[in-house]
């Protein structure tokens, strides 16, 4: 099954802009939203189509990602977030997808720490961003009315993403689109590490920083499988540009031959190098 994070931030736009006030738990009952029929024709490359599928669902969920974080006893800091208001450079469809990979993750770390404030605050951004790479009718008809009902209930809110994920092959119609995922997802992959990275580095515990350097060494396996999609784009000149340099990073992870090995001197060198990546992505 694949996981497709392409979806996540249009589908919290559609979960906190759709929802009333009486949310209930969620029930089985699958309510679509009615919604144009996609009428792209379908021209991916099966060869392309399995390498995706193949190495995304071998990707965890970056939200989940998110969510364990949250658990690690370390205090909510919406500084550590892009300004919601700022204006990323995104002319190229690649470029736009990376940043709404981004502010996913941002909007996700509020969701996930209960902070309706600052979602609310992502929510214009990335529903234009999402219009932009012509998303938002694929998630909708997924996710239609369901929210609705879930509005007050995290985890059945994470459960809805998740199941986005494992639902959006009638999206992935052609090689393009199949890109435009590929890119939204390392954007948001970024910003996950960015964060695992900001996060550890402010911990106090010592569980914490050990929770913490356990993460970021457990991410070499979901790196490699990262850079592999990623290869197939060779002829893409700016998705090789960031994939030589998330290479960099997982080289330097991959040197490390057990988690307990991970010296403050080894997460300073690698968190460095996430940083400087995170900010050639915003600037």
Not at 91 to 108: H, P, T
Not at 151 to 176: M, P
Not at 181 to 208: H, Q, R
Request: hydrophobic content about 35%; charged content about 30%.
């Amino acid at each position: 099954m694949n996981k497709l994070f392409l979806a996540t931030g249009i589908s919290l736009s559609v979960i906190f802009t759709a929802c009333g006030d009486n949310a209930t738990e969620e029930t089985a009952e699958n309510i679509v939203a009615e919604t144009p029929k996609d009428t792209t024709p379908i021209t991916v490359n099966e060869e392309t189509k399995f390498k995706f599928d193949f190495a995304i669902a071998n990707i965890p969920s970056p939200v989940g990602s998110i969510n364990e974080l949250s658990s690690w006893g370390v205090d909510y800091n919406n500084e550590l977030l892009v300004d919601s208001k700022k204006q990323i450079s995104a002319n190229s469809e690649f470029s736009k997808a990376l940043a709404l990979g981004v502010y996913n993750i941002d909007m996700s770390y509020a969701m996930v720490n209960n902070k309706g404030e600052d979602i609310l605050k992502y929510m214009k951004t990335v529903v234009k961003t999402s219009d932009d790479l012509g998303l938002k009718g694929a998630v909708d008809q997924m996710v239609g009315k369901r929210a609705e009902k879930n509005l007050s209930n995290k985890d059945s809110l994470l459960a809805i993403l998740d199941e986005i994920f494992v639902k959006s092959d009638s999206y992935l119609r052609t090689n393009e689109r199949i890109y435009t995922a590929s890119s939204l997802f390392a954007g948001s992959w970024v910003e996950s590490l960015y964060l695992t990275c900001k996060i550890t580095e402010s911990a106090t515990d010592a569980s914490a920083k050990e929770k913490g350097y356990k993460h970021l060494w457990d991410q070499r396996f979901y790196l490699k499988n990262l850079t592999d999609l990623l290869n197939d784009y060779k002829d893409k000149k700016e998705c090789v540009t960031l994939n030589d340099e998330l290479k960099k990073i997982h080289a330097e992870i991959d040197a490390i031959k057990d988690p307990k090995e991970m010296k403050e001197a080894n997460f300073k060198t690698i968190s460095g190098k996430i940083y400087a990546l995170r900010a050639s992505l915003i600037k």
